[in-house]
């Protein structure tokens, strides 16, 4: 069966410090990753989209950075935070197969506080 | 403008009533999706339906490409039923899926 895993859960932060947020899937080789965002009482939208490793697509401007440094690793990072960075992310995967690739996957998210 | 409008925004029902949450999107699609959001921020994904009508338990929902609308219709609220209900659009193609996220509707049962 295939797992997401994300890291942290939490994070309370400073502004200008650096950011880090990890996502896993485990159990499916060469899935598409993506980063989604949620801005407190706003709506879910893609910031970033990966095919395969190395290959990052950004969706939306936010000062951020994504990297896939392995099949199964989908990395979101910043040097430096921006109270607008605050909110709920969230990793998904889906299938490479077109044919099949019926739906998003997520993961159970991070929720980050810049203060 | 606005690819995805839910409504209600909000709704608060008495444990025991039915409800019905609305999806219009504005542009065509591969199919749509509708998500129970925890209050902590996770998705419990509901449904994958890019058309007619499909059920799990007390909800059904039910999808009219042609008429660019879905519907959730959850029987018996419990109170455990409480939280945000998201619909979103589903595209994919060459660069994999990419859902466009209603606001939500955030419904409240009270026992």
């Known amino acids: 069966a295939q797992t997401i895993h994300q890291w942290p859960v939490a994070e309370i932060k400073a502004v200008g410090s650096p950011l880090s947020l990890g996502c896993t899937i485990k159990g499916k080789s060469s899935p598409n990753l993506y980063w989604y965002w949620q801005a407190t009482g706003g709506t879910l939208q893609q910031l970033f989209y990966?095919?395969?490793?190395?290959?990052v697509e950004s969706v939306v401007q936010l000062n951020l950075s994504a990297s896939r440094p392995k099949d199964d690793q989908f990395i979101l990072s910043t040097e430096k935070l921006l109270l607008s960075h605050s909110g709920f992310y969230l990793c998904?995967?889906?299938?490479?197969?077109?044919?099949?690739?019926?739906?998003?996957?997520f993961g159970s998210g991070t929720r980050l506080t810049v203060l | 403008g606005q690819q995805v409008q839910q409504s209600p925004a909000s709704l608060v029902l008495q444990e025991g009533e039915n409800a019905e949450l609305q999806c219009n999107f504005s542009?065509?699609?591969?199919?749509m999706q509708w998500f129970y959001q925890r209050p902590g921020g996770s998705l419990v994904s509901l449904f994958y339906?890019?058309?007619g009508t499909k059920h799990s338990g007390r909800l059904t929902s039910t999808t009219v490409i042609k008429e660019r609308r879905s519907s959730l219709h959850i029987s018996s609220s419990q109170t455990t039923d409480s939280g945000t209900y998201l619909c979103a659009l589903e595209f994919y193609g060459s660069s994999g899926n990419k859902l466009i996220f209603g606001i939500g509707t955030l419904l409240s049962v009270k026992p």
């Open positions: 998904a995967w889906s299938l490479q197969d077109r044919a099949s690739a019926e739906t998003l996957y």
């Open positions: 542009t065509s699609l591969n199919s």
């Open positions: 339906n890019p058309s």
């Open positions: 990966s095919i395969t490793v190395g290959q």
